[in-house]
């Protein structure tokens, strides 16, 4: 059995062990795990080259831990739960016995569709449970899934599909988001335009749309699948056998390809998520988050599958049809432990207490937090209207490139302070380091988060390009993994993130390189040099600012904003359009030609009574001018 621990000294102690013996605590929680073979070596690392390697020598495949090993005790409790987006459509829900069935059959569809161990397959999916079983899947015999978030233009996808030589993809006809309709199939066939490796597309026919099939190329799901054996032994992997792909932002250039290896990822998703919710037998999770990012995969699908949970998936989004939804949700299921994006807790804040009138929360056990910092307000309102008042908020911090939560309380456990992460979770050493590199020690400092030692869900590196991986993360500072983001240490060791010292951006819980967002704006013919940055907003969290310069007359300045909006719309995602566009006659650079963002970032915020020192602009009047046209369009 995977240990859970039951008491803030229980904690400690586990913490303490996980310290000084890291490879035996993490070797007693992979004995609750099923393997073909044992392991040789629990760890083999270094931050230098880097290298981690954890279990080494060991084989097993993820579903048999998934599904398999449920079958005999479990296989008639449910395993997914479906919300579809309109709440009037028919609720779906799978027992484990037929997860096994519908990964099995689709185990063999691919298999006979020419993907082997090692292929990579691309999934562009609806909120749909097809999409876990296509994942499941593709981990059953050993390829690699990448799964791409819907919300995603061709052009992104494209780019995704490239970098990693997808063979297959795996999408839908479209999706309804609240009463936006989305044309999934459409966007898959303009993106397989500009992406060769594609040789088969497999389209779930979700919601009836009609669609174009390309003869020999295209194949119906449901068609496949009626032929299809629901037998298929699992292919042996090896611990570190890659299990998948999952693109994330980065400060400067294209999207990264964060690679996860099998049994690390599997043995910290499952820990994690029975540990930081002190999830019970029975219970109903719900994590809102999109199988498109990092919290689905490990929240909605691994983490909760591993451990024989209900896990309950939602389509929809929470504005739809009106915003008592959630509510709603949680009623309806009796939902036990919610986790959703501060994003969404100020989107809802703003309708009042109306929504949950005649609603009945009371199932609900736990509340989590995911994505962005939680501002103090948002989780008193979480944890008063939601949560009644006496259900712990776990406000979990953690990355793509980390697989699993790394810093957060313990549900019932760990005591609570509003907007602080709290503590590291075993097995996690942190690190706060000074803009010099030197290690803060002590209570009560404010630095750069890093890690110093390896945990087993952790990224092993970058889809081919491993020395972006090395430079992205362990060349900040030498022997350190560096997260990009800040924090602070309080006066009793709590852990409070105080967000991104990097060129990323999260709006709304979504993770943004700031520099793709200047490239997709370059592209429009108007605008020559452009720079982006975020800035405080009310719901957002962060919103995009950007500052652009145009090398010709264009005869309505808004329209050419708008256009540039709606091109960024085009080349990445609605969600990634600029909230404002300020066209600037120049922009402030140093002599060596950077531009100075930190100025930019302050004139965005509207703090501008302190830029600090512009000496080393080639021209400081430059700043004045942007000042003041913020001033016009704020
Ligand atoms: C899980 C996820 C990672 C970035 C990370 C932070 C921010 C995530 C929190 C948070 C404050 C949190 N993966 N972040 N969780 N900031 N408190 N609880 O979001 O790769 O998409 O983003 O998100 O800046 O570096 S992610």
Not at 332 to 341: G, S, V, W
């Amino acid at each position: 059995m995977l240990p859970q621990i039951s008491s803030f000294s229980e904690y400690q102690d586990a913490y303490l062990r996980s310290i000084s013996q890291p490879e035996m605590f993490w070797e007693e929680i992979a004995q609750a795990f099923e393997w073909r073979k044992p392991w040789e070596q629990t760890l083999n690392w270094n931050f230098t080259e880097p290298k981690i390697e954890w279990f080494a020598g060991g084989k097993l495949n993820i579903t048999e831990n998934c599904i398999d090993r449920h079958l005999a005790n479990r296989g008639n409790q449910t395993a997914i739960i479906w919300e579809p987006n309109n709440p009037n459509d028919e609720v779906r829900k799978i027992t484990y016995s037929q997860l096994s069935e519908q990964v099995n059959k689709f185990s063999n569809v691919l298999q006979a569709k020419g993907v082997a161990k090692g292929d990579r397959v691309c999934i562009y999916m609806p909120m749909v449970p097809e999409a876990a079983i296509a994942m499941l899947a593709c981990a059953r015999i050993g390829a690699i899934h990448s799964v791409v978030f819907a919300g995603f233009s061709s052009t992104s996808l494209s780019d995704r599909i490239n970098d990693a030589a997808c063979k297959v993809l795996i999408t839908a006809d479209g999706m309804l988001r609240g009463e936006k309709k989305i044309d999934l199939k459409q966007i898959a066939d303009d993106a397989i335009k500009i992406s060769p490796s594609i040789e088969t597309c497999i389209v779930f026919d979700h919601k009836n749309f009609p669609i174009q099939m390309q003869n020999g190329r295209d194949f119906d799901w449901k068609e496949l699948m009626s032929t299809s054996s629901a037998i298929h032994e699992a292919t042996e992997m090896d611990s570190e056998d890659p299990l998948f792909i999952l693109y994330t932002s980065g400060s400067t250039g294209k999207p990264k390809g964060v690679l996860h290896t099998t049994a690390g990822y599997m043995i910290y998703t499952a820990y994690t998520f029975k540990n930081v919710f002190q999830y019970q037998e029975q219970e109903v999770f719900c994590c809102t988050a999109d199988i498109g990012w990092v919290t689905g995969h490990s929240y909605i699908v691994y983490g909760p599958l591993l451990n024989g949970a209900t896990t309950l998936m939602f389509e929809g989004i929470p504005s739809y049809p009106d915003p008592g939804r959630f509510w709603s949700l949680i009623e309806k299921h009796r939902i036990n432990i919610f986790y959703t994006a501060p994003t969404a807790i100020r989107a809802l804040e703003v309708f009042g207490t109306e929504p949950f009138e005649g609603k009945d929360l009371s199932s609900l056990r736990v509340l989590g937090s995911v994505g962005e910092p939680i501002n103090e307000e948002a989780w008193h309102w979480y944890h008063e209207n939601v949560g009644k008042g006496n259900c712990p908020i776990v406000d979990t911090w953690w990355q793509t490139e980390t697989g699993g939560i790394l810093i957060s309380p313990l549900a019932n456990i760990t005591p609570l302070k509003p907007a602080f992460a709290t503590l590291p979770l075993p097995g996690v050493q942190l690190a706060i380091l000074d803009e010099k590199g030197n290690e803060l020690h002590g209570n009560s400092i404010e630095g750069n988060l890093c890690i110093k030692f390896p945990w087993p869900g952790m990224a092993r590196s970058l889809y081919n390009d491993h020395e972006r991986f090395k430079s992205a993360y362990f060349s900040t500072y030498a022997n350190y993994y560096f997260t990009g983001d800040g924090c602070k240490k309080d006066e009793d060791g709590y852990i409070r993130i105080t967000g991104r010292v990097d060129d990323v951006i999260n709006v709304s819980g979504h993770r943004i390189g700031t520099g793709e967002v200047e490239d997709a704006i370059n592209e429009h013919g108007y605008i020559i040099e452009s720079a982006v940055v975020g800035f405080p907003h009310d719901i957002k969290g962060q919103g995009i600012w950007a500052f652009v310069i145009c090398d010709r007359e264009h005869h309505s300045y808004e329209e050419l904003c708008n256009e540039a909006k709606a091109h960024v719309g085009k080349v990445i995602g609605a969600f990634a359009r600029p909230d404002r566009i300020q066209v600037v006659k120049a922009l402030p650079k140093t002599r060596s030609g950077k531009i100075m963002r930190r100025i930019l970032r302050k004139i965005a915020e509207g703090d501008t009574s302190n830029l600090g020192d512009t000496s080393t602009l080639i021209d400081p009047s430059v700043v004045d001018l942007i000042k003041i046209g913020a001033e016009e369009i704020r």
